[in-house]
């Protein structure tokens, strides 16, 4: 899995600023918003201790500060341990936290003690950067083309699937596309290469570890760019030639919906 590093988080509060911003322009509502109204819960105070994990790749340097700031930001109380691994869980619970936040090189976990409820960072990233885009104010369609459909992407195209939308999508691994064609009953689209099935998109959905994935011949004025992937997956070129709305931050708005999802 495609690692975050420290430069991904470098001023982690004007990036999810930044986010919300585009996310109250597209939608209307901003990412706590989102996340109430789809997940039907909202924070009373819960605790939060956020657990530093050495194991793997080990310690990333501003990730435990970034979602100490993240969940502030959302109005949780939190708290970063001192010790990591097994030491920090024991100091977290003792210190009063009801959700746990730690991640070592392959899962990002939510787990609230109180009621039981656990999230994975991948499949909530993916469902809710594409529920900022299922609601769209000025989508001219049901169309969405969705590329990059692994632990984050399939997550994300099948809850367009779910909302109704009609699913274009694409995969380097053309397995995987397979895969996801026959399961979720998506249509295959390779936006390099659509000669015979020319069109453009109005809402695109990138959750890819590669630059550049989108091509200007998908692009309609005004479309909204939903992308979890880092890094970024059209220049910023073409993001002004177009308007486009790039929904896109490294962290914090998966790290929401982890929250609101294990209320
Ligand atoms: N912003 C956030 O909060 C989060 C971002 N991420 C990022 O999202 C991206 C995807 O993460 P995962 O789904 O866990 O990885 P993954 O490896 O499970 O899925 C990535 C998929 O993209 C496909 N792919 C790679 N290059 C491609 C290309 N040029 N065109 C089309 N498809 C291509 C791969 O075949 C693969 O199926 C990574 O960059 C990761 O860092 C992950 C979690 C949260
Ligand atoms: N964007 C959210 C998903 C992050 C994920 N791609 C990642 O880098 N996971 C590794 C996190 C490792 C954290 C480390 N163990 C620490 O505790 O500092």
Known sequence: M???????????NKQLQEAD??????TGLDIKGICK???GTTPCCEKVGIVPVTSGNGIIGSFSASLHAITGYFGFDSFVTDMPDV???YEAVRNGAQIILMADDNTFLAHNLKNGKIANNQPCTGIIYAEIASRHLKADSKDVLAVGLGKVGFPGAAHFVHKGFRVYGYD???????KTVSSLGIIPFDPDNHSDNFRKFSIIFEA?????????????????????GIPCAISKELQKKYGVELIMEPLGIGTASMLYSVL
């Open 37 to 39: 109204d789809f997940y």
């Open 172 to 178: 380097a691994d053309k397995a995987l596309l397979e």
């Open 21 to 26: 911003s585009s996310v109250r322009k597209v």
């Open 208 to 228: 890819t570890p590669c630059a550049n994935t989108i091509p200007e011949s998908v692009i309609s004025e005004n479309c909204v760019i939903s992308t979890p």
């Open 2 to 12: 495609a690692l975050l590093t420290p430069e991904d988080l470098e001023n982690i």
């Open 87 to 89: 030491s920090g869980y």
